[in-house]
C-alpha cells in the first residue's frame, strides 16, 4: 500500500450481511459495522452498491504511515447516501403530490423539524430547514407554505429560475410529517423521490479519530447545518476535530449547506452572537480563537489534512468550510462548482473554498466556477499560499482575503471574473497572477484580528487592517470586463458573466492597480510617525513593480516599469473538450518579453505587522522557479502565470479532465 502498512482487509458489499467475518467472499453489509471493527492499519473496501447510512468512525489511525483506510473498490461506483426513497405519493391537486413520512424513517433528529440558523446566516425573511427533496437527482425548492407549493413562482435570485417552480413544503406532526411536492407535469412514481434524513455521511461524532483515508466515494443528500465560525461546523463529509486525514478522488454533492468540513467541533462557540445577543460577533469570534488556543488548538490536535482530487458541487453554504481545523493542511485539484445556487439563503460563510485561520495552508490547482465567492480566506491567513488554481464565472469575486495580516500569498492563478481579488487585508503578495477582473480594496479599521508566531498556532497579538504592505510582481491585468473577452457559447464555456452589461457597469471602476494610487511605495523612512496618533490613518508602502496592462486596465500611477498593451487582439476565450478546460489570449503580436527577476522569500521581504518572512508554508526558502503549468522558469521570468504565452488558437490547457 502507499498510505498504510497493512494489517487487515474488511470487506463491505450490498450483498453481504452484518453477522459476517468482512471477507470478500463473506463480506459487511454496512461501512458503519466495518468501521466499528477495524483498528489502526486496517483497510474497509466498500463494493459497487448504494449505501443508505451514515458512518461515524470510532478509531482512526495511529500515524501516517498506519492509518484507517476507507476506500471504493477499484473501478467500481460506491454511493453514500443521508437519503431514503418515498415511493407512496397520492394527488393532493393538479400537480401536486402528498405523502406522510413516519418518524422511523429518520436515524437522527427529523431534519424536517430542524431550522437552519446561525451566525451570519440570513434567512430572508422566512424559515428553512436542513431537509431537502430530490426527484431524480435533482434538488426541489423549499417554499415558505403550502400555497407556494400550490401556486409557485420563479425566484430570480437562482441559477435556474424555472426550476425553482419544481417546490416541496412539510409539516412536521404528532402522526409524521406530512410532505407536499410540486414536480410540475411529472408524476412522483414516474422517477425517484429521495428525502434526506441524515445530517451527514462520513462524519466522526468525537474527536481525535486521527489519520483516517477517505478514497473514491461518491457521496450526497445531506441534511447539514449552517457552518460559521463560531459554532461547530458540519459537512457532509469531514474529519470533525482530528488530524492527518486525506480525502481524495470522492464526488461529493447536494449538501445541503456545507460539502466538505474542515471546521471545530463547537467546543469553542455555539453562535453566542445569535443566541445571546450581548457582543457582536467579531467579538465572539476573537473568544473562540482564544478559547481553542486555551484548550490546545495546534498542529498536534487537528489539522495536517489533506482534500485533493475532489469533485463538488450543489452545496448551498460552501464546498469546503473550515474554522482552525485547516492549519496545515493542503487543498489541491478540486473541482467545486454549482455552491449556492438555488439561492434562497444567503449568509457571509458562502464560497467555493471559505476558510479562518488557514496557517500555513496550501490550496493549489483546484478549477472553481459558478460559486459565487471562489476562495475566500477570512481572518489569519498567515502562511497561506493560494497557487496554481484557475476561477471564473464566480459571481461576487474569485479570491477574498479577508481582515488577515500575512504573509500570505496568491501566485499563479487565473482569475477571470469580473471581480478577481477583494483584498480586505495587508501583507499579501500577489506574483505571476493573470487577472481579468478589478482589484477592490478596504481598510477595516474596527476590527482587530489575531496574527500568529512564525508557523504556529500561538496568537502574537492583535491589530487592524490600515491596509496596504502588498506586493504585486509579475502579473498581467487584462480589462475591462466584457470588450474583448469572449461570450462564451457552444463549445466555449458558458462564464455567465463576460456580457455587455458587466463591461458597462464596470466602465467606471477599471482593471489594474490603480486603486492603490493612494498608497505610499516604499522609502526609507517609510515607518516615520506610525506610533503616533495619525496611525491609525496610516497606509503600509506596497510594492507594486513589473506588471503587464492590457486593453484598458491601469497600472499604479508610481509604477515606474510597467508595460501597457493596448488591445487583445483576439481577446480571451475559454473552451472545453473531452481532454478538459483550455485558454486562449493574447495580442496577434505576441507579449512583450519583460526582464522579470526570478522572484524569492528575500524580494518579499517581512509582513510588516506579524514581522514574519515570507516563505513556504514549511519555513524553508520561497523561490518561484515554476509557471503555472509547473514548467521552469527562467531567470529573468516572464510576467504572468505562464513562461511561455502562446497565441494559438487552441490555447493553453489549463484544466485535465
Partial sequence: MTDSAREHELHVA????????????????????????????????????????RVDPPCGGLSAERRVVFQAAPGERVDIRGSEVISQWQPHSSGVWSSVLPEALFDEENPFRVEIWGDWFW?????????DVFFDGRSLFEAEDLEAVLRPTCLEAASDPEASLCTWFAEPGDDGTRLWINLGARDPHEGVVEVTVRSACFLPTRSGVDFVTVRGFTMCHAATQWAPPTAAQPGLLGPGWSVGWIIEDNVVHHSRCSGISLGQDGRFGDNEWTRLRVKHGTQRQREVVFRAVNAGWSRQTCGSHVVRRNTIHDCEQAGIVGHLGAIFSEISGNHIYDIHVKGQFNGAEIAGIKLHAPIDTVISGNHIHHSGRGIW????????RISRNLLYANSSEDVFIEVSHGP????????????????????????????????????????????????STSVAGLMTVQGGDDRWLNNIFVGPIGGEIAVASGGLIDTGDFDSDEATSTAGSPTGLSVYDGYPIPTDDWCIGLFVDEYLTHRYPSIIQGNIYAAGSQPFNRETDATVVPALGSGMILSKDETGVHLAMGPET???????????????????????????????????????????????????????????????RVWST
Avoid at 123 to 131: I, P
Fill in 123 to 131: 434567512g430572508e425573511n422566512r424559515l428553512h430547514h436542513t431537509a
Fill in 408 to 455: 500570505c500569498i496568491l501566485d499563479n492563478n487565473l482569475l477571470l471574473s469580473p471581480v478577481s481579488v477583494r483584498n480586505w487585508s495587508q501583507g499579501t503578495a500577489f506574483l505571476h497572477n493573470l487577472l481579468a477582473g478589478r482589484v477592490e480594496l478596504e481598510r477595516i479599521l474596527i476590527r482587530y484580528t489575531p496574527y500568529h508566531l512564525p508557523h
Fill in 590 to 652: 505576441g507579449w512583450p518579453t519583460l526582464n522579470c527577476a526570478l522572484i524569492d522569500g528575500a524580494r518579499l521581504g517581512t509582513a510588516f505587522v506579524p514581522e514574519v518572512p515570507f516563505a513556504g508554508t514549511d519555513g524553508r526558502e520561497l523561490r518561484l522557479d515554476v509557471d503555472y503549468s509547473n514548467r521552469g522558469r527562467g531567470n529573468p521570468a516572464c510576467a504572468g502565470p505562464f513562461e511561455l504565452l502562446s497565441t494559438d488558437p487552441s490555447g493553453i
Fill in 14 to 53: 450490498s450483498t453481504g450481511h452484518d453477522a459476517n467475518p468482512g471477507t470478500a467472499k463473506a463480506p459487511l453489509r454496512t461501512i458503519q459495522r466495518a468501521a466499528d471493527l477495524a483498528r489502526p492499519g486496517d483497510v474497509i473496501t466498500v463494493h459497487e452498491g448504494i449505501y443508505r447510512e
Fill in 377 to 384: 480566506i477570512d481572518w489569519q491567513g498567515q502562511g497561506t
